[in-house]
């Protein structure tokens, strides 16, 4: 009767003695991310924040690197590249040059790091841009710049015709 109290007591003071690693760590002891994403834009252009902490202390995981790949409409793929602006927050700026959903797959390792995959979608809607270069939707400088010219070039032109046409009346 002793032996079948003691068993029972055994394994149920095993769910609360304090293991090794902690419990956002994986068997091996490695750091389990936790992320928040942010995607700002419109457009052709867009960005995307990433916090990676760690799940257990919510910590930065000094460590840890990034990928990340947008996948286009049509399928072809496209690495893009990512800065670390602080010690958890990466940066990603998105050149998406054909309208549709791309799918933002990131991955997420390091040593000391339990490999993370997640992606998000994102609708990119309009015309896409000429030469399949992506673009913010804001105009371009050569549109700023060539507007006025062209209207100053205009404007001497009209200025030219209209003295000729004084000095041959004879005004």
Not at 130 to 146: D, E, H, Q, T, Y
């Amino acid at each position: 009767m002793r032996r079948l109290l003691v068993a029972p007591a055994c394994v149920a003071a095993g769910f609360f003695v304090p293991g090794g690693p902690a419990t956002a760590h994986d068997r091996l002891g490695r750091a389990q991310p936790s992320t928040q994403t942010t995607v700002k834009g419109s457009g052709f252009t867009r960005v995307m924040a990433i916090r990676v902490t760690d799940l257990d202390s919510g910590d930065a995981i000094p460590n840890a690197t990034l990928d990340v790949t947008a996948t286009s409409p049509s399928g072809r793929r496209v690495t893009e590249a990512v800065s670390r602006l602080q010690p958890d927050l990466f940066r990603c700026k998105l050149e998406l040059d054909q309208p549709g959903r791309w799918r933002i797959a990131v991955h997420i390792g390091g040593s000391s790091v339990v490999p993370t995959a997640f992606s998000v979608d994102v609708e990119v809607s309009g015309a896409a841009p000429p030469n399949g270069r992506a673009s913010s939707g804001a105009r371009s400088l050569a549109f700023l710049v060539g507007v006025p010219v062209a209207a100053a070039v205009g404007l001497a032109l009209v200025v030219v015709a209209v003295r000729r046409i004084r000095a041959r009346r004879g005004d």
